[in-house]
């Protein structure tokens, strides 16, 4: 009988990458969430055999969920003051490795460069792809020489954004050129919001540039794509729940979301990542639907939290078509969907959590 392949699923707060100290409930609830719904698609797949790290924090910060119950194969404890070393032990066990892992300050694009030069199987986006969409100016130029639609976009430092944000003109957004999940991004309806939304942008980001757009009044929304070999086939198009101001806060997803735009918004979807060489597996892509026109937003090169959602909703298994995709370049004819999910980042009793894990 032949070894069992074994996949390495790494997301980043949970195995250990989370600086000591207290945790924040936002980050540590959707970064467990995602970890534990991509480990049950697998383990309900059966085909691989998983292995995981957990920060001995996270535990029971969903209530249930801890290193007995978290559906891997291996759950080794780690303390954040372990991760490097933690990191590279399990990748050398294993054959491939799914990252799960914030763009900003490069952790996605490293931890994936560091799974390349091991030798194992990355089931995701190359480092180099995930370097180019972390970058939101870098994959923003990519985009608009496509002529894609994007919104008016520019750069600033600190110091000189109040001057530039008065020749673009309000509203417009400010957000760091490398966060997630809505960090730092805030909405400024007035030149007088600048020093509040700056100071909080300050907060959330290392870098001395920050990017300026204008405000596209509409729908947030993003797609879900599944990538292989330069071809992608859409999952779904889902609504994100999102509240604007200073700073944005993102709630989550609802997934399918059925708009009059769904076909074009997918369109441009599938036509911004196409722009990106090495994207690959599962790939979401940020927009803004208006009344007659889509904007795209950014490209994360990485599993999102729509995906909790989805994976509801599919009567595919999610885990198996990534994997399929990455090992063997396969994608499906179609991946059918059934019914709606509506998640809450906060809220696992959304998650269809309690089902799994009794079962």
């Given at each position: 009988m032949s070894a069992p392949f074994n996949v390495f699923v790494h997301e980043y707060f949970t195995g250990g990458g989370f600086p000591e100290g207290d945790l924040p409930g936002g980050i540590a609830a959707e970064a467990l969430g995602m970890l534990w719904a991509l480990l049950a698609d697998f383990q309900s797949w059966g085909a691989v055999r998983t292995v995981t790290a957990l920060d001995p924090r996270f535990e029971e910060c969903i209530p249930g969920l801890n290193r007995d119950t978290l559906p891997a194969g291996k759950v080794i404890p780690v303390?954040?003051?372990?991760?490097?070393?933690?990191?590279?032990?399990?990748?050398?066990?294993?054959?491939?490795?799914?990252?799960?892992?914030?763009?900003?300050?490069?952790?996605?694009?490293?931890?994936?460069?560091?799974?390349?030069?091991?030798?194992?199987?990355?089931?995701?986006?190359?480092?180099?792809?995930?370097?180019?969409?972390?970058?939101?100016?870098?994959?923003?130029?990519?985009?608009?020489?496509?002529?894609?639609?994007?919104?008016?976009?520019?750069?600033?430092?600190?110091?000189?954004?109040?001057?530039?944000?008065?020749?673009?003109?309000?509203?417009?957004?400010?957000?760091?050129?490398?966060?997630?999940?809505?960090?730092?991004?805030c909405l400024v309806d007035d030149p007088a919001d600048m020093p509040a939304a700056l100071a909080n942008l300050r907060k959330c980001t290392s870098r001395e540039r920050i990017l300026l757009q204008s405000f596209v009044d509409g729908i947030h929304a993003s797609v879900s794509l599944l990538v292989a070999e330069k071809r992608c086939l859409s999952l779904s198009l889902n609504r994100q729940l999102i509240r604007t101001g200073i700073p944005f806060e993102y709630h989550g997803s609802e997934v399918p979301f059925d708009h009059a735009m769904a076909g074009y918004a997918v369109g441009l979807a599938s036509s911004a990542v196409d722009n990106i060489p090495g994207l690959n597996g599962y790939v979401g892509v940020d927009l803004v639907i208006t009344g007659d026109s889509v904007r795209l937003i950014e490209i994360n090169p990485r599993l999102t939290t729509s995906y909790i959602a989805l994976r509801q909703v599919s009567r595919a298994n999610p885990a198996k078509m990534i994997y399929e995709a990455c090992v063997h370049g396969i994608l499906p004819r179609s991946f059918p969907l059934a019914g709606r999910a509506v998640i809450r980042k906060d809220d696992p009793a959304s998650w269809g959590l309690k089902a799994t894990t009794e079962d």
């Open positions: 303390p954040p003051n372990e991760h490097k070393d933690v990191f590279l032990s399990l990748l050398k066990r294993c054959d491939a490795a799914l990252i799960i892992a914030p763009e900003s300050n490069g952790i996605l694009s490293r931890l994936s460069a560091k799974v390349e030069k091991e030798g194992v199987m990355l089931l995701g986006s190359s480092a180099s792809a995930a370097a180019i969409a972390g970058d939101k100016e870098a994959c923003g130029k990519i985009i608009s020489l496509a002529n894609l639609p994007i919104p008016k976009t520019c750069t600033a430092d600190f110091s000189s954004a109040t001057g530039i944000a008065e020749q673009v003109g309000c509203p417009l957004v400010l957000k760091p050129l490398d966060g997630v999940s809505s960090e730092g991004i």
